[in-house]
């Protein structure tokens, strides 16, 4: 089985100036099969329209936890953003080029980023990179990002690969 592994944040993102100060800035990257779509939403949505019932059920959770301090559930963005525009799973679309995709938003506690990239391995193939940038504005949101953040790693991780075997199939 492909494994997602931990990579570098991407120098030629467009999220770049956001890495100073960050509070949370992670990569991960997984090598993709020959067979994988070379659009870019088509990827990102696999990656976060198909989540498994685990992670499903922590959102969930995180949704009902976080209403009792007044924080927008995944679904309140998701709805926000699609007023807006596209959504990504419930990750507004804020920019989309050739080469990459960002998602995310600005809440009262954090605001968030994540950039989706297909570039080239090493191995003269292709890999999917996942990247997350997060600023905090305030104790509640580190104290949030503080709880959520080995459970976020994870998730990332779990997307990659999930949505590589599912290209497999």
Not at 18 to 34: E, K, N, Q
Not at 88 to 107: C, H, N, R, Y
Not at 138 to 148: D, E, F, K, S, V
Request: with cysteine; net charge positive; aromatic share 6%.
């Amino acid at each position: 089985m492909t494994k997602a592994r931990a990579v570098p944040m991407p120098g030629d993102s467009v999220l770049a100036p956001l890495y100073a100060g960050a509070d949370l800035s992670d990569a991960f990257a997984i090598r993709l099969p020959a067979e994988a779509s070379d659009d870019l939403e088509a990827l990102a949505r696999i990656v976060f329209e198909r989540q498994a019932w685990w992670i499903r059920a922590l959102l969930r959770v995180r949704d009902v936890v976080m209403a009792t301090v007044s924080v927008k559930s995944s679904h309140a963005v998701g709805l926000a953003g699609a007023a807006r525009g596209p959504v990504i799973g419930f990750f507004p679309l804020l920019s989309k080029s050739a080469t990459e995709l960002v998602v995310g938003a600005d809440d009262r506690h954090l605001d968030f980023r994540v950039t989706i990239q297909l570039r080239a391995d090493t191995a003269n193939g292709r890999e999917l990179l996942a990247g997350t940038v997060v600023h905090c504005h305030n104790r509640l949101g580190r104290i949030y990002l503080a709880t959520i953040a080995p459970f976020h790693r994870v998730i990332m991780r779990a997307n990659l690969e999930r949505a590589v075997r599912e290209m497999r199939t």
